[in-house]
Each structure stands twice: as structure tokens, then as C-alpha cells.
């Protein structure tokens, strides 16, 4: 997702002057606003504007959202807005929201704050999202608003996500407004929107997800066929189909759901028949609708009978409502939507992992680990591994015995590679086998000079692997060769330098600047060069404003790995 950032580097740039030529005289870390207060005359005046300063409300437009699962992948939009304010001069808000009811999919702010403040009055410092947040902070450069009306001050849209019936807040979690004096402007009232996610009557299958393994071939396994939020039921037509190949049916029980239902002796199934791939069932009650809003109720479970998948990976099946009529007691049609079920079943090749599949480390001597896991195998007794990393980027810091719990490690630091093996009784399933630690070994400062690379990238991958079992051949993987395994994606690591953040500590503050600051003059062919170029964070062969304005660009900015 792209958010738009407005380009005032003119204005921008004087701003961030101010604030570079105050911290190197000073060097003292002063507001957010990066200004100076110099004397205690402003500090009076700045109390004098914040008692005159005012926003009666902040609120978003509407409050209240609801949806139904006919909108799903649809979007909506919301209003951020602020009523009858005095002297807005910034402002920084955070907004948090359940992200698995809804996504964020984009914001538009430009037109508003143009309205707010004139065009390219005005600048962005942070225009950040995330999983279930949204942070806006801006501020002019020019004069405060003051307004009695509503005014808009960002739209975000929204996308309704394919979840059952919930509710979330769309959230204030952070409100800070601010005067032409930098001084906070109390909000007498902020109000949070309501999203909700209304109940429709649904037809699905429980669970809606079925896993099952080739050690499991010939059992059988029930799957529930249930409906949600339903009013007045009265009678059902359904027929359910899947592929023979993986499954086949044996039995369907009704009898008790139903008499939960409608009550015994209250309904008659007029149709019960099967056939290769499909089952279907016709039931009325002779007395009474059904309700059950909200709820859920199982109206009839199949059984069924795992089969030979013939494969060494995954197959699936949905068990799938080919034909679904349901009817109320006045004969009409209840509208409702469906939701298959899916049957998945994997064959007798293991699999092993890392996990988590990537890393992105930002300062020097960040730790993580990556554990290896295996899924899918059956009395593995032995497990013998290789893994190599990049050396330079890497130190391999420790290790943890998980399955088995002991083992022996052999780490090869001038070469990258570490060898490991362990073993114990049989175990089955997905187990973490090992779980390795590495650190973050390289300095490397963020630069804006066009041939400077900032991102630092490799990977961690599997060289060969060994799965043991109490009888029958060992399963062996080699990288380029052999691969009775399957093995999952390399590690994808990377080394992203903050910018500005020359000690590589995860904050840019003001030992950053006073270090830059330090060879501040320094040029190409001096005989500090050697020591300096480092800090020439610009590429252009000198150490003057403009690489002090690439750290001040983020200064405040603190990592949180």
C-alpha cells in the first residue's frame, strides 16, 4: 500500500535548518516540533496561547459502519474530523481497528489539508500504517486554523473482510493537536466509529478444514453440516458432492440433530440417497420453523472414509454445497450464503522448514532465531542437517535442542556452515527439531549517494538434510541433487540501516548528529578522509548541512525490533 507524502522541500527544508543550527550550538535535544524555546517570556506566552486554544471535538464520520457477507471485498470510507477548533497549528493521530474484520486500503489527505492550511502551506512527518493501525502527523508552515465548522482532516477507505458476524472500534489511540505557539490544544470531546459485522444465515461445514495424513488411510472421520442465524426454518434441500478419489461416503446421522431441531416426532426426511461423489438430503418439519439468531445448529452429519491419495504432497477436496434450498413456514425461500468446507490430505513425504522465512535486522548485534521444523513424517528417529549462512552479515550466536532435546552442532565460522544432528524415540507430525540463533555482525551506515547500497541481503539455506526411521531407507535432501525431501523456501535475511542512525544503535537522536557533526568541513583528500567519508552520507565527498539534514530528516525516530 502506497501513502502519499507532499513535496514542500523549500519550506521543509527551512524548517529543519532551524533545527540543525539550534542543536549544534546548544546541543541539546529540544521539542518534536524541532524548535527552541529561549527564554521563559515564550514559556509564559505558550501557556497564555494554550489556555485560548481549543478543539471542542475530533470524531469520525460515520460512527457507526455495518456490513453484511454480501459486502464482502467491498470498501468504505471514514472520515477523520475536527469541529470548531482555535489556532491548529499540527497535528498527530494514531488509528487501531481489528485488523481480520477489516483492511486498510488506502488515505487521501492532500485535498483536506490544503483546505485546512493553503496549498503546499503544509508538510507530512509521518504517514505510517501496519497491521490493524494508521498514524497521520502534519503541520503547517505558515499560520494556525481556527474554524467553527466541521473540517475534514484525512479519508481512509476501508475493505470489508470475509469474517463472521464481530465488531471493532475504529480508534483514537493516540490524539495530540498543537498551536502556531507548539503548545498542546486540549479536545473536549473525541469519538471513536463503530465497525460492524451483522449475522446472515449461512450454511457451512464443521470444521471447515479437514487434515488428514496417508498414516490415516481407511479411518473415518465426521464432517457437520451446520446453519447460522437462521429465522423460521421449515424445511431444507441440499446436495453435497467431493472427489471419490480422496474420500467416500459412509453413513449420515440425522436423527438426533434433527429432533434438536424441530423436536421428535416433528419432521420426516422425505430423501436420503449417495452416489460416487455426491449425497443428498430433503427434510420438513410437520409442525414448527426453526430459529436460531444468533446460534449455530448442526442439521445432519456425514461420515466419511479416508482413501489412498496416491501422492507424495498435498491433495484436497472441498466438500462443496453443489444445490442448498432452504424455506420458512410460509413457503418462501430463506436467503442465505454457503461456505465449504475443504478435505486435505498429504502423503508420506516429510517436509522441513525454517521458520520464520525472512528476517530484517536494523542494528548492529540484533539477535533472531530460525527454527527448523518437519512436518508430515512418521517414526522419525535421526534428523542430520547442514545449513550455511553468510559470514560477513552473520555470527551464529547459539542453539536449542527442541524434539529431542540433546544433540551435537559443529559450526564452521570461516566457511558459514553449521552441521547438527540429533535423535531419540520416534515422533510423527509437525515437530521444531532445532532452533538456531544468529546476531547481526556488520556495521553499516544508511546513505542517499546513488551507487551506496543500503540493504544488505543473503540467505540461509539447507545444504543437505537426512530424515532416519526404525526401518526402512533414510530420506536425504542435497541442494542441486537429491530431493526425497521437500524442503521449504530459503531465509531470506536483510540489514536495513536507519537513516540518520550512524551508530547502527536503532535511534536517531543526538549522538548521531554531535558524531556527523564532528568531522562537520571535512572534504575528500583531507587528512581525516579516511574517518569521515563514512559520515558523507550524501555521496557528494564533503561533511556539510546537507548530511546533518539527512539525519535530522528522522530524527526522534526510535526502532522496536
Known amino acids: 500500500?502506497?501513502?502519499?507524502?507532499?513535496?514542500?522541500?523549500?519550506?521543509?527544508?527551512?524548517?529543519?535548518?532551524?533545527?540543525?543550527?539550534?542543536?549544534?550550538?546548544?546541543?541539546?535535544?529540544?521539542?518534536?516540533?524541532?524548535?527552541?524555546?529561549?527564554?521563559?517570556?515564550s514559556a509564559s506566552n505558550a501557556t497564555t496561547d494554550y489556555q485560548a486554544s481549543y478543539a471542542q471535538s475530533l470524531y469520525?464520520?460515520?460512527?457507526?459502519?455495518?456490513?453484511?457477507?454480501?459486502d464482502v471485498n467491498t470498501s468504505f470510507e471514514v472520515n477523520v474530523t475536527i469541529e470548531d477548533v482555535s489556532d491548529l497549528f499540527g497535528f498527530d493521530f494514531n488509528l487501531t481497528w481489528n485488523n481480520t474484520l477489516i483492511?486498510?486500503?488506502?488515505?487521501?489527505?492532500?485535498?483536506?489539508?490544503?483546505?485546512?492550511?493553503?496549498?503546499?502551506q503544509w508538510f507530512v512527518a509521518a504517514n505510517q500504517t501496519g497491521l490493524g493501525w494508521y498514524k497521520l502527523a502534519a503541520v503547517s508552515v505558515s499560520t494556525g486554523f481556527s474554524g467553527v465548522n466541521a473540517m475534514v482532516l484525512a479519508t481512509l477507505e476501508f475493505?470489508?473482510?470475509?469474517?463472521?458476524?464481530?465488531?471493532?472500534?475504529?480508534?483514537?489511540a493516540v490524539v495530540k493537536l498543537s498551536d502556531s505557539n507548539y503548545t498542546p490544544i486540549s479536545i473536549g470531546e473525541i469519538r471513536d466509529a463503530t465497525y460492524r459485522?451483522?449475522?446472515?444465515?449461512?450454511?457451512?461445514?464443521?470444521?471447515?478444514?479437514?487434515?488428514?495424513?496417508?498414516?490415516?488411510?481407511?479411518?473415518?472421520?465426521?464432517?457437520?453440516?451446520?446453519?447460522?442465524?437462521?429465522?423460521?426454518?421449515?424445511?431444507?434441500?441440499?446436495?453435497?458432492t467431493w472427489d471419490n478419489t480422496l474420500i467416500t461416503y459412509h453413513t449420515c446421522y440425522s436423527t438426533n440433530t434433527l429432533d434438536a431441531v424441530w423436536g421428535s416426532g416433528n419432521w420426516q426426511l422425505l430423501k436420503s440417497e449417495s452416489g460416487t461423489g455426491w449425497y443428498k438430503i430433503v427434510s420438513v418439519s410437520t409442525k414448527n420453523g426453526f430459529t436460531k439468531d444468533p446460534g449455530i445448529q448442526t442439521l445432519f452429519i456425514l461420515e466419511f472414509r479416508e482413501e489412498e491419495p496416491h501422492t507424495n504432497t498435498?491433495?484436497?477436496?472441498?466438500?462443496?454445497?453443489?444445490?442448498?434450498?432452504?424455506?420458512?413456514?410460509?413457503?418462501?425461500?430463506?436467503?442465505?450464503?454457503t461456505e465449504d468446507g475443504t478435505y486435505r490430505v498429504t502423503g508420506e513425504t516429510p517436509i522441513l522448514t525454517m521458520s520464520p522465512t525472512s528476517k530484517t535486522c536494523r542494528i548492529y548485534g540484533e539477535t533472531f532465531t530460525i527454527g527448523t521444523n518437519m512436518s508430515d513424517a512418521f517414526d522419525v528417529t535421526d534428523f542430520e542437517f547442514e545449513i550455511h549462512y553468510n559470514t560477513t552479515l552473520l555470527d551464529y550466536v547459539s542453539v536449542t535442542w527442541n524434539a529431542w532435546g540433546q544433540g551435537t552442532i559443529t559450526v564452521d565460522e570461516a566457511g558459514g556452515n553449521i552441521t547438527a544432528s540429533n535423535s531419540g524415540s520416534p515422533i510423527s507430525g509437525m515437530q521444531t527439531l532445532i532452533t538456531v540463533e544468529f546476531k547481526a555482525a556488520y556495521y553499516h551506515v544508511?546513505?542517499?549517494a546513488p551507487s551506496w547500497t543500503n540493504n544488505l541481503t543473503d540467505t540461509i539455506f539447507f545444504q543437505w538434510a537426512n530424515i532416519s526411521y526404525p526401518s526402512g531407507p533414510d530420506l536425504r535432501y542435497e541442494r542441486g541433487g537429491s530431493s526425497q525431501i521437500n524442503v521449504g523456501p530459503d531465509f531470506a535475511y536483510t540489514f536495513s540501516p536507519i537513516q540518520g542512525d550512524v551508530d547502527n544503535d536503532g535511534i536517531v537522536g543526538l549522538f548521531d548528529l554531535r558524531t556527523v557533526a564532528f568531522y562537520f568541513g571535512s572534504k575528500q583528500g583531507d587528512p581525516n578522509w579516511n574517518d569521515a567519508s563514512k559520515?558523507?552520507?550524501?555521496?557528494?565527498?564533503?561533511?556539510?548541512i546537507i548530511s546533518l539534514r539527512t539525519i535530522a530528516a528522522n530524527y526522534g525516530y526510535t526502532y522496536n525490533p
Open 103 to 120: 483492511t486498510l486500503r488506502s488515505v487521501r489527505f492532500e485535498a483536506s489539508l490544503d483546505q485546512l492550511w493553503g496549498h503546499d
Open 159 to 172: 475493505r470489508v473482510e470475509n469474517v463472521p458476524a464481530g465488531e471493532t472500534p475504529i480508534h483514537f
Open 535 to 544: 559520515y558523507d552520507l550524501t555521496g557528494d565527498g564533503t561533511i556539510d
Open 446 to 448: 544508511w546513505k542517499s
Open 197 to 240: 459485522m451483522l449475522p446472515k444465515t449461512m450454511l457451512g461445514l464443521f470444521p471447515s478444514l479437514i487434515e488428514k495424513t496417508a498414516a490415516e488411510i481407511g479411518t473415518y472421520f465426521n464432517a457437520s453440516i451446520t446453519i447460522e442465524n437462521v429465522t423460521d426454518l421449515f424445511g431444507f434441500d441440499m446436495n453435497i
Open 1 to 41: 500500500m502506497q501513502f502519499s507524502r507532499p513535496n514542500n522541500r523549500g519550506l521543509y527544508g527551512t524548517v529543519m535548518f532551524a533545527l540543525l543550527l539550534t542543536s549544534l550550538v546548544l546541543f541539546t535535544f529540544h521539542s518534536v516540533q524541532g524548535l527552541a524555546q529561549t527564554d521563559q517570556a
Open 60 to 70: 469520525i464520520t460515520p460512527s457507526l459502519i455495518e456490513k453484511t457477507r454480501d
Open 314 to 337: 498435498a491433495k484436497q477436496t472441498p466438500i462443496h454445497f453443489d444445490t442448498h434450498k432452504l424455506s420458512n413456514s410460509q413457503y418462501s425461500a430463506i436467503t442465505h450464503t
